[in-house]
């Protein structure tokens, strides 16, 4: 009887670690590539977050590959003018202050 407890302890043990770092992965975005993406450093004027959204303003939008931005992970994308509207998540803040840093 004890063993069976043992090994449905283990078996719960290892879904747990399975999930977390499911979870992690998501949330671990690549900001380099993303920078890449959205057209290089040299190419991004001003950036914004309003919650899980990060705005940013470009010089030349048609350089920003959004399908490449989707695949890496963003919940969607919204292009008006120069600007790209991009659902990230908590990832959003994090970002701005990586992008920030670049300039």
Do not use: C, H, W
Request: charged share 30%; aromatic share 4%; no cysteine.
């Amino acid at each position: 009887m004890k063993m069976q407890y043992i090994i449905i302890g283990i078996i719960l043990i290892i879904i747990l670690l399975a999930i977390l770092k499911a979870t992690k992965k998501d949330a671990n975005l690549d900001f380099n590539k993303l920078v890449e993406l959205l057209g290089g450093k040299e190419n991004i004027i001003e950036t914004e977050i309003n919650l899980s959204r990060f705005k940013v303003t470009l010089k030349d939008v048609s350089k920003a590959n959004k399908e490449g931005i989707q695949k890496l992970g963003a919940k969607g994308i919204v292009e008006i003018d120069n600007q790209l509207k991009i659902i990230l998540g908590p990832d959003s803040k994090q970002l701005k202050k990586y992008i920030d840093g670049l300039k």
